[in-house]
């Protein structure tokens, strides 16, 4: 029982995204950049995944290593992920409405549970939170072929560009993950040390790039390349079979040089 009423707050909920997410030296993030309802976590996963991006982008630029256009390519990418989840957000709030006005207007509880076992996968929704992609992002390197299938209830493992890198473990069960370094990193699953002189060549050029072979084929299975480069944030910038025609060029597209 609540004895006593201290205060009240009155709170508005929207569903909006800002036109622009900069201008000049100022970044729009987070509840800042969008508005959503507090439905289906939409909002915190959207604003923390703004922050990864914006933050390595910063960083790189700030530490002298990146162009300014990368910090360009932070509204390409996040800003249709939000307008995607805005979407997202206003297809759980509308099941919310149609099961209270079922609801008020006598529907039995049985249909009221059919409803809402029909609507589960508004909230089963992985693939939403975890799989975003930024294939048309500027600093990604495009492939011309088909890309996967996206799926609403899981994440689908791919290095297709753009997409977050699979999560595998290794025979020995470490996690891939654990052992990418903090900024780039070539993976090198060839078992030929195909990356290796890409790696110094980046590193000659500036470019913090962590090298790491890796000889597991449950990994390249699912990793797909053989030369996979995975960017701070975990998303893949690019990938191949061999050392691409003109790499201190892709170097430059990928920093925003």
């Known amino acids: 029982m609540v004895d006593e009423i201290m205060n009240i707050a009155y709170w508005q909920g929207g569903l909006v995204v800002a036109d622009i997410y900069r201008r000049g030296p100022v970044f729009l993030a987070g509840d800042a950049a969008h508005q959503f309802f507090p439905a289906g976590g939409h909002g915190a996963n959207t604003g923390l995944a703004d922050s990864v991006d914006l933050g390595w982008k910063l960083a790189a630029v700030?530490?002298?290593?990146?162009?300014?256009?990368?910090?360009?390519?932070y509204e390409s990418e996040r800003r249709p992920v939000a307008l995607f989840n805005r979407e997202m957000c206003?297809?759980?709030?509308?099941?919310?409405?149609r099961f209270t006005e079922l609801a008020r207007n006598g529907v039995g509880a049985e249909l009221l549970t059919g409803f809402l076992e029909q609507e589960s996968h508004q909230v089963s929704n992985l693939g939403i939170h975890c799989g975003q992609r930024y294939s048309t992002s500027p600093v990604i390197c495009p492939e011309a072929s088909q890309p996967p299938p996206w799926e609403w209830s899981r994440i689908v493992p791919s290095t297709w560009p753009g997409s977050r890198a699979p999560s595998v473990r290794l025979s020995n069960g470490v996690e891939v993950f654990d052992q990418l370094g903090v900024e780039f990193t070539l993976v090198d699953l060839s078992g030929e040390n195909r990356g290796k002189a890409l790696v110094q060549e980046a590193q000659q050029c500036g470019v913090p790039m962590t090298y790491l072979p890796i000889s597991d084929d449950r990994v390249r299975a699912v990793w797909q390349r053989d030369l996979v480069l995975v960017r701070p944030d975990q998303h893949i910038a690019w990938r191949g079979n061999n050392a691409p025609d003109g790499w201190r060029a892709l170097l430059g597209r990928i920093i925003g040089w």
Do not use: H, K, Q
């Open 62 to 73: 700030i530490n002298g290593w990146a162009g300014p256009s990368l910090l360009d390519s």
């Open 90 to 97: 206003l297809n759980l709030l509308e099941v919310f409405r």
